[in-house]
């Protein structure tokens, strides 16, 4: 929780509580975007762009939710900016491989992310995990990971997206439930 | 439960105690750069380091001087030529005198 004085002092842009600020949210910033993005060179991007704008727009924080919910939904909207940008340039690259060999079902283990904060016995599960994660659709996938890898409460991840509890507990229903036929899908390729 | 139920639960439950990704060291100069702080220039080094250093040097270069004077001393035992050498070195030719 950073105290009222803090934020006040960083209203008028003092780069020493900004560092301060900095040190206390650049890891969970980093997760957040890392465990979106799956990427850690665009995650170190992402978080860099999401301090600018916090340094930037502070002055006009008026307080209407904690600081630390305002970091994490600036973290959240940056990284889904990033992912929709991808996407745009992986449609064309769709459009090649129809004309081209056939789609490939599985994407291959050396594209496979690893958390670095997973156990080792862990840790081929969490990538065939982040696999389908990424598979999920953005709303679902944000609170998966939010709960996941951040642990944050359904609470907090309802501040972050504004929206009702009870509709994040729909998320992680439906998030759980589209992760399990994927799993399905994917031990019958390849773990029977 | 049989045994895909098992590994996919299994598979679910693979992110639990996840440990937090920590950002890399450069991150906070990445941000520097994007906000337009300065970015911390290094310290002043005091004045007194460089008069200790000229010093130090200075003591050296003394050190240096003194060994090389020694060095060109003239020797309590006389030099050897090469004639005395060789009038050593060949005195076994001289005749016994018996």
Redesign the interface.
């Known amino acids: 929780m950073v105290p009222a004085p803090v934020i006040a002092k960083l209203r008028e842009g003092d780069?020493k509580a900004?560092?301060e600020l900095?040190d206390q949210y650049?890891?969970?910033?980093?997760?957040t975007a890392?465990g979106l993005l799956q990427h850690?060179e665009n995650a170190?991007d992402v978080?860099?762009?999401v301090?600018?704008e916090v340094?930037?727009s502070v002055a006009r924080f008026r307080g209407e939710c904690s600081i630390s919910t305002w970091i994490y939904r600036i973290t959240v909207q940056k990284a889904l900016e990033h992912i929709r940008t991808s996407h745009r340039g992986k449609r064309f690259g769709i459009h090649i491989s129809l004309f081209g060999r056939e789609e490939q079902t599985e994407i291959p283990a050396e594209t496979r992310f690893y958390?670095?904060?997973?156990?080792l016995e862990?840790k081929e599960?969490?990538a065939?995990?982040f696999q389908a994660i990424s598979k999920l659709p953005v709303n679902q996938r944000t609170a998966f990971i939010l709960h996941?890898?951040?642990g944050l409460s359904q609470t907090e991840i309802a501040g972050i997206m504004e929206t009702s509890v009870s509709a994040i507990e729909s998320l992680m229903v439906r998030a759980?439930q589209k992760?399990?036929v994927l799993?399905?899908d994917y031990?019958e390729n390849n773990?029977r | 439960m049989n045994r895909?139920e098992t590994?996919?639960n299994?598979?679910?439950n693979?992110?639990?105690?996840?440990?937090?990704?920590?950002?890399?060291a450069g991150?906070?100069l990445?941000?520097q750069s994007?906000?337009g702080?300065?970015v911390n220039k290094p310290a002043a080094i005091n004045k007194s380091f460089y008069w200790s250093a000229a010093a130090g040097l200075a003591l050296l270069i003394a050190l240096n001087v003194i060994v090389a004077q020694q060095s060109h001393v003239t020797p309590q035992h006389p030099a050897e030529t090469p004639a005395t050498m060789a009038s050593e070195y060949f005195s076994y030719l001289s005749p016994i005198k018996l």
Request: glycine residues 4%; without cysteine.
């Open positions: 780069e900004f560092r900095v650049r890891d969970r910033v980093y997760n890392l850690p170190e978080a860099q762009e301090f600018v340094f930037r958390h670095p904060g997973i156990q862990n599960r969490s065939i995990l996941k890898v951040e759980r992760l399990k799993l399905s031990y773990e | 895909k590994w996919i299994e598979t679910l693979s992110l639990d105690g996840i440990q937090r990704a920590p950002a890399s991150l906070f990445k941000i994007g906000t702080l300065p």
